[in-house]
């Protein structure tokens, strides 16, 4: 099964705010203490939510190995969210941005997420860019066939590692939206070509735009959020 490519240049924008609104969205900056079979780590969040009413998704946002939780909030990812009625939580993965600088050590990258993820009491939207595909994808598809347990999407933009789950991913039902920049030959495709076979996915490649496609292209990039998430949300 083909995965299907959306064209990002033909999605609605999505909703103009402000700079005023914006800037009047209220980022709680907060650290959480995630308890792990061996240890506990605290880790550095930014969290955003809808000014009224419950929030439609929740979105958990990691972040790339030269980044941070900031990254999100610069871009106005956060903020827009918000804005659109979702909750995000944006976090510093151990030993980066604000959190401690401490290794899990024994513990897996699988267990850390699952712990986040029971901390928050969330079944989120997982945003995970480069380097956080190490946390994110075994923590999905290590055991497939459970993926829409513990998400109700993915948002995979040219994570690490791909390959090592490309076994797994047929067996998978999460809606997954498959984001890569145009420029970015190397990592970008490589992880489009193992993810494509998840049978509930699609692909959008984000033109001029490297490997932090979200950074280059920010809008574009909000389009597709904005796109999906409603999706998911309907």
């Known amino acids: 099964m083909s995965s299907e490519m959306i064209d ?3 999605l609605p924008e999505y909703p103009a705010a ?23 780590v605290e880790i550095y969040s930014q969290q955003t939510a809808p000014s009224g009413g419950s929030p439609k998704l929740t979105v958990l946002l990691l972040h790339g190995m030269s980044f941070t939780s900031q990254n999100w909030v610069d871009i106005k990812t956060l903020q827009n969210l918000a804005l659109w009625g979702f909750r995000a939580v944006a976090i510093d993965l151990p030993g980066y941005g604000k959190s401690k600088n401490e290794a899990l050590g024994p513990v897996s990258n699988e267990e850390f997420m ?3 993820v ?13 380097m956080s595909g190490g946390f994110a ?15 109700i999407g ?3 933009v040219a994570p690490v590692l791909t390959a090592n789950w490309e076994q797994n991913y047929p067996k998978s039902q999460l809606p997954t939206l498959i984001v890569y920049g145009s420029r970015d030959e190397r990592l970008g495709f490589a992880s ?10 699609q692909i959008a490649e984000i033109p001029d735009a490297g490997h932090a496609c979200y950074m280059n292209q920010p809008a574009l990039f909000h389009n597709l959020l904005y796109w999906f998430l409603n999706k998911l949300s309907a």
């Open 154 to 156: 993915y948002i995979p």
């Open 18 to 40: 402000s700079e005023a609104d914006l800037a009047a969205v209220e980022i709680e900056q907060k650290v959480l203490s995630v308890k792990l079979s061996s240890m506990t």
């Open 8 to 10: 990002v240049t033909q």
């Open 192 to 201: 489009r070509d193992s993810l494509k076979v998840l049978p509930a996915s």
């Open 137 to 151: 994808l075994p923590y999905l598809f290590e055991d497939p066939l459970q993926s829409t347990e513990k998400a």
């Open 118 to 130: 029971s901390l928050l009491q969330i079944k989120p939207v997982i945003i995970s860019p480069s």
């Open 114 to 116: 699952a712990a986040v």
